[in-house]
């Protein structure tokens, strides 16, 4: 079994760039892809990142992803922030005994 | 574009059985993975579990011994039972499309629906 562990909040300023982090607990972080989710306030979650880099469509280029098995995490980075990126972000992995497994959540907050 | 819209009753009393479904519109239920998430008022994501269009299943270790979901290509349709339901139980329920291959993870979501376990 495993945990994703993510930063309760985060906060920036319009047209900067922020980085969420999510490590995982156990297990290579690289051994299955990450996803990002975004949930704005009463909406249902949104993908904006799968397997660990990719960009659904319709989602802006400012939505980039990264893992990094140095620190055993995935990032997800938000850049040019804009006030409509003010939203609770999930990330989410898996394995083969836990299956599908989410980060807590993280509320950014864009100043 | 697909589009998925739970549905069900927005109350269940305690001990008794939660069901839901899920109808698929703007494209085939055929040859996808499909899953259903849920998030208590204020808390994070839960993942229930997952079928295949086949009756395939996975379920969260964690709620396995409750959880039974069942799929219907004749409606486009899938759903979710969940047994002996208690307070705990109470969250707003998501299905959704799965990415497939080895994402694991969820391509496009439902609106969701509230569901409240109180006598």
Same mark, same amino acid.
């Given at each position: 079994n495993f945990m994703l562990t993510q930063p309760h909040s985060v906060s920036e300023s319009p047209g900067k760039t922020v980085t969420i982090s999510c490590t995982r607990s156990s297990g290579s972080i690289a051994s299955n892809y990450v996803q990002w989710y975004q949930q704005r306030p009463g909406s249902s979650p949104t993908t904006v990142i799968y397997e660990d880099n990719q960009r659904p469509s319709g989602v802006p280029d400012r939505f980039s992803g990264s893992i990094d098995s140095s620190s055993n995490s995935a990032s997800l980075t938000i850049s040019g922030?804009?006030?409509?990126?003010?939203? =609770?972000?999930?990330?989410?992995?898996?394995?083969?005994? /836990? =299956?599908?497994?989410?980060?807590?959540?993280?509320?950014? /907050?864009?100043? | 574009q697909v589009q998925l819209q739970e549905s069900g009753p927005g109350l269940v009393k305690p001990s008794e059985t939660l069901s839901l479904t899920c109808t698929v519109s703007g494209g085939?239920?055929?040859?996808?993975?499909?899953?259903?998430?849920?998030?208590?008022?204020?808390?994070?994501?839960?993942?229930?579990?997952?079928?295949?269009?086949?009756?395939?299943?996975?379920?969260?270790?964690?709620?396995?011994?409750?959880?039974?979901?069942?799929?219907?290509?004749?409606?486009?349709?899938?759903?979710?039972?969940?047994?002996?339901?208690?307070?705990?139980?109470?969250?707003?329920?998501?299905?959704?499309?799965?990415?497939?291959?080895?994402?694991?993870?969820?391509?496009?979501?439902?609106?969701?629906?509230?569901?409240?376990?109180?006598s």
């Open positions: 922030l804009k006030t409509e990126d003010e939203a =609770d972000y999930y990330c989410q992995s898996y394995d083969s005994s /836990t =299956d599908v497994v989410f980060g807590g959540g993280t509320k950014l /907050t864009v100043l | 085939s239920i055929s040859s996808y993975y499909w899953s259903w998430i849920r998030q208590p008022a204020g808390k994070g994501l839960e993942w229930i579990g997952r079928i295949y269009t086949s009756g395939s299943t996975n379920y969260n270790p964690s709620l396995k011994s409750r959880v039974t979901m069942s799929v219907d290509t004749s409606k486009n349709q899938f759903s979710l039972k969940l047994s002996s339901v208690t307070a705990a139980d109470t969250a707003v329920y998501y299905c959704a499309r799965d990415l497939g291959g080895y994402s694991y993870g969820a391509e496009c979501w439902g609106q969701g629906t509230l569901v409240t376990v109180s």
